[in-house]
T-cell receptor, first 117, second 114 residues
Framework: AQKVTQAQTEISVVEKEDVTLDCVYE???????LFWYKQPPSGELVFLIR??????QNEISGRYSWNFQKSTSSFNFTITASQVVDSAVYFC??????????????FGEGTQLTVNP | NAGVTQTPKFRILKIGQSMTLQCTQD?????MYWYRQDPGMGLKLIYY???????DKGEVPNGYNVSRSTTEDFPLRLELAAPSQTSVYFC?????????????FGPGTRLTVT
């Protein structure tokens, strides 16, 4: 069975600090995708990034960066120079499924990030 | 495009009552999903559908039913509401099968059963 673990339940930082959110996953699939979603206080889910199991290149998007390491089954997310607007719950998710069965996501329990001014 | 819409936004049910949570998407996506999010937890898959007329169970299907008569709509039915079904319910859709496609989420329905 697939599993996603986000060991950090809550993180609190001061604005402009860098922060890393950890994600460790388990799967028997050789082809899979990993996702990060943001859930701000308003409650909606905002897609941030998708990464496939064959692409271990790090990715940077503005203040966000992602480090995928297949050897340790980790897909960590770093926010550089955090801002108050980054305060949210962040979910890591792992997809399973085939071409005819849809993409079913297994979510971690989320990390509540609070950025204080 | 409105994307994925859900109604109602909030609802309070008494134990034993029934209700249907509505979900509609206007992106012509074949694949649709229902998740529930309990307080302080991640989302768990209830049911999913790969196309009109085809549905299948997810991780936590007990106490729920679904139908998919059109591509656009994927309603979730609670027949006998129980306090354990107090949760936020998210509907999602994706354009195709396979593991690579992101899911587009609706705004959620917050349900309280008392």
């Amino acid at each position: 069975a697939q599993k996603v673990t986000q060991a950090q339940t809550e993180i609190s930082v001061v604005e402009k600090e860098d922060v890393t959110l950890d994600c460790v996953y388990e799967t028997r699939d050789t082809t899979y995708y990993l996702f990060w979603y943001k859930q701000p206080p308003s409650g909606e889910l905002v897609f941030l990034i998708r990464r496939n199991s064959f692409d271990e290149q790090n990715e940077i998007s503005g203040r966000y960066s992602w480090n995928f390491q297949k050897s340790t089954s980790s897909f960590n997310f770093t926010i550089t120079a955090s801002q108050v607007v980054d305060s949210a719950v962040y979910f890591c998710a792992l997809s399973e499924g085939g071409e005819t069965s849809g993409s079913r996501l297994t979510f971690g329990e989320g990390t509540q990030l609070t950025v204080n001014p | 495009n409105a994307g994925v819409t859900q109604t109602p936004k909030f609802r309070i049910l008494k134990i034993g009552q029934s209700m249907t949570l509505q979900c509609t998407q206007d992106m012509n996506h074949n694949y649709m999903y229902w998740y529930r999010q309990d307080p302080g937890m991640g989302l768990k898959l209830i049911y999913y559908s790969v196309g009109a007329g085809i549905t299948d169970k997810g991780e936590v299907p007990n106490g729920y039913n679904v139908s998919r008569s059109t591509t656009e709509d994927f309603p979730l039915r609670l027949e006998l509401a129980a306090p354990s079904q107090t949760s936020v319910y998210f509907c999602a859709s994706s354009p195709a099968g396979g593991v690579s496609y992101e899911q587009y989420f609706g705004p959620g329905t917050r349900l309280t059963v008392t």
